[in-house]
């Protein structure tokens, strides 16, 4: 089994930066695939960012270019690196491992994150 564990969010002003970090327990860090998603109230829950076990990296069209993803496999970290911020980003952040099958998906508590105009 593996937990997440999600911190870095808070209140910022449109254009401002945030950086969120998920920090896993468990041995399974450095063959799972990571993701990020968010949902906001009354939305479905979408897929933000993603890296695979190798680094490559994928995100959504609405934070292509503002995201980016990273992972740290020696601290067991995910990052989502997040610029220009809009109010449209605020929303729960959470982060996902996916590790190779059987071993289930293991999602974090989520993150708070509100942008304001």
């Known amino acids: 089994q593996v937990q997440l564990v999600e911190s870095g969010g808070g209140l910022v002003q449109a254009g401002g930066s945030l950086r969120l970090s998920c920090t896993a327990s468990?041995?399974?860090?450095?063959?799972?695939?990571l993701e990020w998603f968010r949902q906001a109230p009354g939305k479905q829950r979408e897929l933000v960012a993603s890296i695979t076990s190798g680094g490559s990296t994928n995100y959504a069209d609405s934070v292509k270019g503002r995201f980016a993803i990273s992972r740290d496999n020696a601290k067991n970290t995910v990052y989502l690196q997040m610029n220009s911020l809009k109010p449209e980003d605020t929303a729960v952040y959470y982060c996902?491992?996916?590790?190779?099958?059987?071993?289930?998906?293991?999602w974090g508590q989520g993150t708070q994150v509100t942008v304001s105009s």
């Open positions: 996902s491992g996916n590790p190779p099958p059987p071993l289930p998906r293991a």
């Open positions: 468990g041995s399974r860090f450095s063959i799972s695939a």
